[in-house]
């Protein structure tokens, strides 16, 4: 564990601690570190609420105030089994059992306080400097939703109180962003119990959103040339296993379903559809390289615990592509997908961070396909990166279990770090499903395949960008651009008209009809997050303009109509946007 990691962790101790303090029949699960912090999972027949945290902090500082050590000791399984039972503590007999035999097993204590741990940790509980618990969520035993159904406390530890407060103004920064409370406002997506967890509802507005993101991919497609593809939602379970997906992927795919005798899934992945498009012609050399791409929904299994709004759900779609190519393509391929990739990214004023992810070396058996596959397309993502001179940093065991890759973060307006897509060298699907083209020798050759995503999940890239500009979307975005403000109802049949010339003009504006004072429809369009207003008066109708204000500049006084309607159109185009 790095330093911070064992603070952290030593502070997830002295939370359990606290608990079993005030909570005397409190069972005890895990409480591993993680990104931001810690958390500890409990079953208890206390339901534990934000209201609870007050005490439990109080009660984790007497703990640390009494600078209790941790130590260590080494026990027999026999010796720890019959602790935990007299301690009625299940759930650690569970977790002994998965100590391989022969390996140590480990107790820790801090004042009367014994768990059964790994390590490490700090010296003592007074170590710890500065701590908050910041939520409570639901969880189960082993994230298995068969099992028993705990309450997770997580928190978080800082060396000092000056990164702590400043960790928790970021959160607080967060949590005015969260795209689900933005989502709902701005009426973007819903998720309905009626429909189902993790399968969210796109609203109109939302819709909207996705549309143009949707063509702003397929504008640059026609531009890099790709072809499209539409395929179905569920497909013939051989198809997976040839992949190898299944049983690689089974974890996370839904059950088969059975038609006529015949078993089939709900697409977890759409490589195998379009490896099927490449293989309904015979192909030569001069077709080379074939670029398919598709919006393509594709469905996983999550536990509910770990669905969240639009980055963590059950059903979602990739603006999926595969390149199917010679050897000898593949690094210009590469290369052009990853100017893809930076073009788009660029529109977005988004900063993104590149990962090179390889095979774990010390666990081959995990992939599929020879090393003999594996080092061409491993050597020529590096080569690609070194190249281009990519500030990258390398993923050991990062890998796609058919390749090595280059994953994309995009850092938000708040520098947090968002998952996107990825460009993948895959030597081994080819092989699996023995594709095929006739080289230049009249002989026939196995083409190299590219993966590559640049969105990765429209859904989630949707949540990333209601995060990054809080609700505030560009023009080109915004699903609605235009609000068109009328003082009086003397000036609706001129808002009408406008209304007209904007439809003409591809341009999403509404009219504010409501019998209110101007300054109350300033103030909902402003509300509503909508990046320009017309206001129409007696005098901008006598001399066809409109007096224009910005969410950005905010008054920004007359301007004739037809320069206006000019600016918006600009202001419309994704291309437009500051690259
Ligand atoms: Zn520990
Ligand atoms: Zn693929």
């Not at 607080?172 to 989502?183: N, P, T, V, W």
């Not at 701005?186 to 998720?191: A, I, Q």
């Not at 008066?537 to 000019?566: C, M, Y």
Request: hydrophobic share 35%.
């Amino acid at each position: 564990m790095t330093p911070l990691q064992q603070l952290r962790h030593s502070t997830a101790h002295v939370l359990a601690t606290a608990v079993l303090r005030l909570y005397p029949d409190t069972r005890l699960d895990i409480g591993p570190p993680i990104a931001n912090g810690f958390y500890y999972d409990f079953d208890s027949t206390h339901r534990f609420s934000t209201e609870d945290f007050a005490a439990i902090e109080k009660e984790m500082s007497n703990i640390i105030a009494e600078d209790q050590p941790f130590t260590r000791r080494e026990v027999t399984r026999q010796e720890a089994t019959d602790l935990f039972t007299t301690l009625h503590q299940p759930f650690k007999i569970s977790r002994l059992a998965d100590i391989p035999e022969g390996e140590p097993i480990s107790l820790y204590t801090n004042g009367d306080f014994t768990d059964l741990c790994a390590g490490t940790h700090l010296e003592s509980t007074g170590k710890i400097t500065a701590f908050k618990l910041t939520s409570v969520s639901g969880s189960y035993h082993r994230g298995d939703a068969t099992q028993a159904m705990l309450q997770r406390i997580y928190g978080t530890a800082f060396p000092t109180q000056a990164e702590l407060d400043q960790h928790l103004i970021n959160l607080e920064l967060a949590a005015q962003r969260d795209h689900r409370k933005i989502g709902q406002q701005l009426k973007l997506f819903t998720v309905l119990s009626g429909i189902g967890s993790g399968l969210p509802l796109l609203l109109p507005k939302g819709a909207i959103i996705r549309q143009q993101l949707e063509k702003l991919i397929t504008d640059k497609l026609f531009e890099y040339g790709y072809e499209s593809l539409y395929s179905p939602h569920i497909g013939s379970i051989d198809l997976y296993k040839t992949s190898g997906h299944y049983p690689y992927y089974a974890e996370s795919m839904y059950e088969p379903i059975n038609i006529e005798e015949r078993q089939f899934l709900l697409k977890p992945m759409n490589c195998p559809m379009h490896i099927q498009a490449y293989t309904n012609e015979p192909r030569s050399y001069r077709d080379l390289p074939q670029r398919y791409a598709e919006f393509g929904t594709v469905y996983r299994m999550e536990q509910s615990g770990e669905l969240n709004g639009l980055t963590r759900v059950r059903g979602f779609t990739q603006d999926d592509g595969h390149i199917f190519c010679t050897p000898d393509q593949l690094k210009d391929e590469f290369k052009s997908c990853l100017q893809l990739v930076q073009e788009v990214m660029a529109i977005f004023d988004l900063k993104t961070e590149c990962r090179v992810s390889l095979r774990d070396p010390e666990n081959k058996s995990k992939y599929a396909g020879e090393d003999h596959l594996w080092e061409p397309a491993e050597k020529c993502i590096q080569q690609v990166v070194d190249e281009l001179q990519l500030t990258h940093t390398i993923g050991l065991g990062e890998a796609a279990f058919y390749g090595p890759k280059l994953d994309f973060m995009a850092l938000d307006a708040l520098g947090r770090s968002w998952q996107l897509g990825t460009i993948q060298v895959d030597f081994s699907l080819p092989e699996r499903f023995q594709l095929e083209y006739t080289g230049t020798d009249n002989q026939p050759h196995r083409p190299v395949m590219i993966h590559r995503a640049v969105f990765g999940s429209i859904e989630r890239f949707m949540g990333l960008l209601i995060e990054h500009f809080a609700g505030d979307f560009p023009t080109w975005i915004a699903p609605e651009q235009l609000r068109i403000i009328p003082i009086t109802d003397a000036q609706l049949p001129a808002a009408d008209d406008l209304l007209a010339q904007c439809k003409k003009l591809r341009i999403r504006a509404t009219i504010d009809t409501q019998p209110d004072k101007m300054g109350a429809k300033i103030r909902r369009a402003q509300l509503d997050k909508i990046p320009l207003m017309a206001v129409l008066g007696k005098r901008e109708v006598e001399s066809n303009q409109v007096a224009i204000r910005s969410r950005k500049n905010g008054d920004e006084g007359p301007t004739a109509i037809p320069n206006f309607l000019e600016r918006i159109s600009n202001e419309s185009r994704f291309t437009s946007h500051p690259v």
